[in-house]
């Protein structure tokens, strides 16, 4: 783990850190995270929009202007209750277009099995290990493994059971992630996902969706994003 000056400038001798590229999909969750870090003006925190093409796009354009050394995909998503409870974090071990694909008569062809290569993006697995380890350390519950990203939000118990079944171990479920790491990796950069969870993957129930509790979770979070990186 690296040792941050304050303001994320290089102590003398020693190398400048990179900068790090955070995108989120919407204000609330930008705003969530600028308030973990606290002002260091070596995060730039962007709002890309939802989904994987916005942030595909968004993450790509900004990339494009400005000199990045990794990037982190954050923001609320659903958990998967066996593994990632209301309120908790999710580090992805994994970042998985889980809808990427086909319906076919006999199911859901991912688009790996048709051929179009690999669905999931590899995370920086070493700094994912220490965000998890330094999160656990703050006290705060998280977990760690595949985040999938679809374009459809699960709404059914059904949907999140053939998820699972595909997927075995899966957290959680968003829908920047795949965007995100598919624009970094154009450049060579190492991804993250961080998720803090507002509901559970199942039958879709808006309102009792904990958005203030996982906002809240995303802040801690950040402040401890700052730490590692
Ligand atoms: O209404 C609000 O105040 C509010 C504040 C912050 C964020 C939101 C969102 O609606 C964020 C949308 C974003 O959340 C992810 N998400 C959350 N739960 C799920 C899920 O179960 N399945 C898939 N995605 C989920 C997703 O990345 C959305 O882009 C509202």
Redesign the pocket.
């Known amino acids: 783990m690296n040792s941050i000056h304050p303001r994320g400038e290089a102590a003398e001798g020693q190398a400048a850190l990179p900068r790090v590229l955070i995108v989120t999909?919407?204000a609330?969750?930008r705003d969530a995270v600028l308030r973990g870090l606290g002002g260091s003006d070596r995060f730039h925190v962007i709002a890309a929009g939802?989904?994987p093409a916005a942030a595909a796009a968004g993450t790509a354009a900004a990339l494009a202007a400005g000199d990045y050394g990794c990037v982190v995909n954050a923001?609320?998503?659903?958990g998967f209750p066996e593994v990632a409870p209301l309120g908790s974090l999710v580090v992805a071990s994994e970042i998985i277009a889980a809808d990427l694909g086909a319906e076919t008569p006999e199911g859901f062809r991912s688009a790996a099995e048709l051929g179009f290569g690999s669905v999931s993006v590899p995370v920086d697995s070493g700094t994912a290990h220490a965000l998890a380890a330094a999160l656990a350390a703050a006290g705060l519950v998280v977990s760690t493994g595949p985040v999938l990203t679809?374009s459809t939000?699960?709404g059914t118990a059904e949907t999140a059971a053939a998820l699972a079944a595909r997927h075995p171990g899966a957290a959680g479920?968003?829908?920047?992630g795949h965007g995100v790491a598919v624009a970094a990796r154009a450049l060579g950069l190492p991804v993250l996902e961080l998720r803090a969870v507002?509901?559970p993957?199942g039958p879709r129930d808006r309102a009792a969706?904990q958005?203030p509790a996982a906002?809240n979770a995303l802040t801690e979070a950040a402040a401890i994003l700052l730490e590692v990186l």
């Open positions: 999909a919407v609330a969750e939802a989904g923001g609320i998503g659903g679809v939000a699960t479920e968003a829908m920047e507002s509901n993957v969706w958005i906002l």
